[in-house]
């Protein structure tokens, strides 16, 4: 669903994919309506909000987010200063997995 869709639901878990500079917000998009829109998208869930980015595009996504299109990314500048951490996804899933078990993780 779109980040307006989701306004007025309530959910457990939110994951807002395409967090990429570029695309959140739209280059062509009022700042702070974009703004307006993530902070929606964010407040739905209960417990868990996970966002997500692309450190690299290729293909016809790769062309979304305006002209270096193929250029390593970054996730939205308005992360930034914030209480929001990058994490590697593949080791912060590991990691969960080892404290589920009750085990370290590798």
């Known amino acids: 669903m779109t980040m307006i869709g989701s306004k007025g639901l ?6 807002v994919a395409g967090l990429d500079d570029g695309i959140v917000p ?3 998009a009022d700042p702070n309506e974009e703004r307006r829109l993530l902070y929606v998208a964010m407040t739905r869930a209960k417990e868990f909000v996970f966002g997500t980015w692309a450190g690299r595009r290729t293909g016809p996504t790769a062309r979304a987010g305006g002209q270096n299109a193929r250029d390593w990314r970054q996730s939205s500048h ?3 200063g914030g209480p929001v951490r990058s994490q590697n996804g593949r ?9 589920a078990r009750g085990g370290i993780a590798r």
């Open 78 to 80: 308005f992360f930034d």
């Open 26 to 28: 739209r280059p062509d």
């Open 91 to 99: 080791t912060y899933l590991r990691k969960r997995r080892g404290e």
């Open 10 to 15: 309530t959910v457990r878990a939110t994951i």
